[in-house]
């Protein structure tokens, strides 16, 4: 199995899927995930890993930092 690289925007879109500069999304609203766009109530904390993880991706890069050089590797293999 060959390595995925992903690397996350995490910008909010404007109604034209174009990123708005310095406004940042995570945890359930992040890439509809869900399907539904709505968490699950049934399995509560499901969310929880991805929440703190894009959660801090999105701090880094709202100050200005860049996760490639904050954080280690985010490839899949």
Known sequence: MSAVSYRPSLHVLDKNDK???GLYV???AAG????SGDYPT???GMNHGRALTF????GVMAAGGDI???VKSMDIK
């Open 55 to 58: 959660g801090r991706l999105a």
């Open 32 to 35: 509809d995930y869900f399907g």
């Open 19 to 21: 990123p708005i500069e």
């Open 42 to 44: 049934i399995c509560p």
């Open 68 to 70: 490639d050089k904050t």
């Open 26 to 28: 995570c945890g359930a």
